[in-house]
């Protein structure tokens, strides 16, 4: 067994113990909602943390993967607005326990050929950073663009630091710098570009954007898929 | 359980000392929820959980009763999964992928949808505890509606549920399409939804490139997947395009395709069987063994794709692969409903050119003893059981279990499968009655020599007792004797010499009874027979008798809806 194998399989085996937990207290939660206990907004931070935890390992698994040439991508055609939706729902739980709100602008006819696991994982880690920033909105918008479709996650939070702040369009070499795949704000973005880069169609390759300002004068996350 | 205390007793402190401190918050949720309640009701819905540990299973009921579910029932193992579902249609399944020991929740989605205990309509969640790409493995022409990762929220569930049901609501109708056989029906469903572009959409254009390959519409599955695939590089429209292509006879292209899907990510498994089948198309025999080889390296408890190695290794003579892989079907097939007499049979076949011969004909007793009441199982091991005992030069024993065969034969005539029937003809070439199995063969030949299935099986027969060079020409000389056979009564027909044609075809469906052109044809004339010069009900009679014999042959057969209005005309109501 050589060490990549024991790494892959107790990854799996926190994943596990992870799901155990957060089911665990999962249940605490509603009983504690149940007899009317406040402490359940507490528990939904260990929450927060345990679903941190779960995507960190998702996204190490996916960029090993990716690293050895092994993941396997799944294209499918999905409605944004379902995806979106599913996205929230996902989320908006632990947001609103923060008291952030979260708004949707979606076409509803709109549709995208895309890997939905691979999309669920950059959301999730753009999400849990806006958690952590947003002071209290957080949307999530899509639409065609150029011939892409571009999926965007905006806040009103601080921003990006502007280390951070880039197009790939305009820095294509941005992505080779090691110094920026550290932090787990970097390693997010990191991941980010590995799965927009996974998705070609015909000539055009997917790719990202960090810029600050926007609707609600925070930080823009902007992927855009071919 | 322990550890319950300490954490039971650290909220009750907690709730001591927090609630009205928190009260405002409580109450936004308590609004929150409400407003996702008014979609659809799951009070009316019946719903399966299939867990093996008891506090998932508890966790999963609790969830479901949290959101208003009333009907809730629960399964331990695959096993009472299947049995609860032939009692009772659920609306919903929760099947967790690992289930111990037994069923796998792959083989429980895989049965469920065999036996029709669930349709299209029917949302059927794996929940699973590991990473969702990897469960694609071996599953890939059985996928769940949908996949929930461990760990997940209940509202998650609920969500999950909600939006699967009204999403699925829109395949109701077409569900009863497709039980009814009314496959044109279904299409014309699907496309109406189609150009709603509903959220579904891609499981509809899914299922209407499904249909259309069902029905043999290859040309038309080929334009709508190229339509698709315009949009995106979606994986099943690739599979599906390349399937088309199979079936138009365009191998290269197809071999091009499949080898590119399995490029892009080499967990789609079908992509494997597909190439394999297309190799063998193309007379590389070897390249698709090892094709399959790496596909069951990947997923090795799928027993179709065992079995199928298992032939093309046998047929390579290839021994030891084919043990490994009969073997594999047989160990994993235990408990699935795709298992067969015929991976006993192949195994102790593939034992005998291992010089193994006990071996084999202890598997045989095995199976007899896993197959107690099926004819059809007991044939084929007493045809196989000859088959071992000419192998080991024991003449008398294998003319005896011969003679058994030929009688449970002859007591389910009929009703067996050409693959049984043509292994019957191999052993009596191999016994020195010539006559009698090339006679079977024939007749094979002729009812089935457009089912490319069954002509490869013959070539391997003929492979097998050493006469490789003559089979091809028997083949061609038996497919076109019942061609000039066919054309003979056409060309009466069209002379106008109707009567006669009439009197020829039912000849020649005694003949080759299993041939659903002749049978076809025979309706046919009977039919143009009436419309001339009246209905009468002897010949209603018969032309019924021969277009129910083409429903049985083959269901999709392109001429049978126009026959069929044909009838009607004639027999209204």
Redesign the interface.
Same mark, same amino acid.
């Given at each position: 067994m050589n060490f990549s194998d024991i790494l892959a399989s107790t990854l799996h085996d926190t994943k596990n113990s992870l799901g155990i937990l957060f089911n665990n207290l999962e249940d605490i939660i509603a009983t504690c909602k149940e007899q009317k206990c406040p402490s359940h907004i507490e528990f939904y931070k260990l929450q927060y943390e345990i679903k941190r935890l779960n995507s960190s390992l998702i996204r190490l698994l996916s960029l090993y993967k990716a690293d050895k040439s092994q993941l396997a991508i799944n294209i499918d055609y999905h409605s944004i607005s379902e995806f979106l939706d599913d996205v929230t729902t996902q989320h908006e739980i632990l947001l609103d326990s923060r008291g952030i709100e979260m708004e949707t602008q979606c076409d509803e006819e709109l549709f995208w050929a895309f890997d939905r696991n691979l999309l669920t994982g950059v959301f999730d880690n753009v999400i849990n950073n806006s958690f952590r920033y947003a002071k209290q909105k957080v949307r999530l918008s899509a639409f065609k663009e150029n011939g892409y479709l571009v999926l965007r996650i905006e806040d009103d939070g601080v921003g990006y630091p502007s280390s951070m702040v880039f197009n790939e369009r305009q820095h294509p070499d941005f992505k080779k710098e090691t110094s920026f795949a550290t932090g787990s704000t970097g390693l997010g973005i990191y991941f980010s570009l590995m799965v927009a880069s996974q998705h070609k169609n015909r000539e055009k390759c997917g790719f990202i954007s960090i810029i600050n300002g926007g609707k609600y004068g925070g930080g823009v996350f902007s992927i855009f898929l071919p | 359980m322990q550890r319950d205390f300490p954490?039971r007793n650290y909220?009750l402190f907690?709730?001591k000392y927090?609630?009205i401190?928190?009260?405002d918050?409580?109450m936004?949720?308590s609004l929150?929820k409400a407003e996702t309640k008014n979609d659809i009701s799951l009070k009316s819905k019946k719903v399966l959980v299939i867990e093996d540990f008891f506090?998932?299973r508890l966790?999963m009921k609790?969830?479901l009763r949290?959101f208003g579910v009333l009907y809730i029932d629960d399964a331990t193992d695959g096993e009472e999964a299947i049995h609860k579902m032939t009692i009772r249609r659920f609306d919903v399944v929760l099947c967790d992928y690992n289930l111990g020991q037994g069923k796998s929740g792959q083989q429980v989605l895989e049965e469920a949808r065999y036996r029709n205990y669930i349709n299209y309509s029917t949302v059927f969640i794996m929940v699973t505890?590991?990473?969702? *790409?990897e469960m694609?493995m071996g599953a890939a022409e059985h996928q769940p509606d949908d996949y929930l990762?461990?760990?997940?929220?209940?509202? &998650?569930l609920e969500?999950k549920i909600r939006?699967l049901i009204q999403k699925k609501e829109n395949f109701k109708e077409i569900d009863k399409a497709i039980a009814e056989n009314s496959y044109a029906l279904a299409i014309n469903l699907c496309d109406d939804l189609i150009a709603k572009?509903p959220?579904?959409?891609?499981e509809l *254009?899914k299922l209407k490139g499904e249909l259309l390959l069902k029905i043999g519409n290859y040309q038309e599955a080929y334009d709508f997947y190229e339509k &698709?695939l315009l949009?995106?590089?979606?994986?099943?429209a690739e599979l599906g395009r390349g399937k088309a292509d199979l079936m138009l006879g365009n191998y290269l292209q197809a071999k091009v395709i499949f080898e590119g899907i399995l490029a892009?990510?080499?967990?789609?498994m079908a992509a494997y069987d597909y190439l394999a089948q297309t190799l063998a198309k193309l007379e590389k025999h070897k390249e698709a063994q090892q094709v399959l080889m790496k596909a069951t390296n990947i997923s090795p408890r799928a027993i179709m794709r065992q079995k199928a190695l298992g032939n093309l290794a046998y047929r390579n003579d290839d021994f030891s692969v084919a043990e490994n892989s009969f073997k594999k079907a047989v160990e994993h097939g235990k408990y699935s409903c795709m298992r067969s007499p015929s991976d006993y049979t192949s195994l102790a076949k593939t034992l005998v050119h291992l010089d193994a011969s006990e071996e084999s004909l202890d598997v045989l007793n095995v199976a007899l003893k896993e197959f107690p009441d099926s004819d059809e199982a007991k044939l084929h091991v007493s045809v196989t059981e000859s088959y071992v005992y000419k192998k080991m030069n024991r003449e008398e024993d294998a003319r005896k279990a011969m003679a058994e065969a030929n009688t449970i034969a002859e007591s389910i005539a009929g009703g067996i499968p050409p693959e049984v029937e043509l292994e019957l003809a191999k052993t009596y070439i191999m016994m020195g009655e010539e006559e009698k199995g090339t006679k079977i063969i024939k007749r094979i030949v002729q009812c089935n020599y457009d089912r490319e299935e069954t002509i490869d099986i013959v070539k391997t027969v003929f492979k097998e007792v050493g006469r490789e060079d003559n089979g091809q020409q028997f083949i061609d000389r038996a497919k076109d004797e019942i061609i000039a056979l066919n054309n003979e009564g056409v060309a009466l027909t069209q002379e106008g010499r109707i009567e006669e044609a009439i009197d020829y075809f039912e000849k020649a469906a005694l003949h080759v009874p299993e041939n659903k052109i002749i049978n076809a044809n025979a309706a046919q004339v009977l039919m143009l027979y009436m419309k001339e010069y009246g209905v009468n009900e002897e010949k209603i009679a018969k032309t019924k008798m021969y277009l129910d014999m083409v429903k049985k042959i083959d269901d999709h057969y392109k001429d049978l809806p126009m026959l069929q209005a044909m009838y009607n005309e004639l027999v209204p109501g």
């Open positions: - | 954490f909220f907690l709730f927090f609630t401190l928190y009260n918050k409580l936004r949720f929150k506090n998932f966790t609790n969830m949290s505890a590991e990473n969702t *790409l694609i990762m461990k760990p997940f929220a209940k509202e &998650v969500k939006s572009s959220r579904n959409l891609s *254009l &698709v949009m995106g590089n979606v994986g099943w892009k990510n080499d967990k789609i």
